[in-house]
């Protein structure tokens, strides 16, 4: 079982910056991919970011220039820098992990979410 705990969201005004982390435990062979997805009110879950283990990232379109995903594969960790914030990022942003235990068996682990809101 891998177990995700996330820090970093808060309140911020238009234009700031926050960072979140997540760190992955448990029973870890590797891990894949992680990343970050997040949740609006009233909206699904959509792709922020994700990194692979051999650095490929992905972004969606509406963060592009303005977050940058990075990861330390040695401690399972995962940031996400987050600059010139805009109230449309306002969200639950969720954690992910994809990888195989030390029992070969895949995963597919979530964070408990942190909040991130943009306002003034």
């Known amino acids: 079982q891998v177990q995700l705990v996330e820090s970093g969201g808060g309140e911020v005004q238009p234009g700031g910056s926050l960072t979140l982390s997540c760190s992955a435990s448990g029973s870890i062979f590797t891990i894949f991919t992680m990343g970050w997805y997040r949740q609006a009110p009233g909206k699904q879950r959509d792709l922020v970011a994700t990194i692979t283990g051999g650095g490929s990232i992905k972004y969606a379109d509406s963060v592009k220039g303005r977050f940058a995903i990075s990861r330390d594969n040695v401690n399972h960790t995962v940031w996400l820098q987050m600059n010139s914030l805009e109230a449309d990022d306002t969200a639950v942003y969720y954690c992910?992990?994809?990888?195989?235990?030390?029992?070969?068996?895949?995963?597919?682990?979530w964070g408990q979410g942190t909040q991130v809101t943009v306002s003034s």
């Open positions: 992910n992990t994809r990888g195989y235990s030390m029992l070969y068996r895949p995963f597919d682990s």
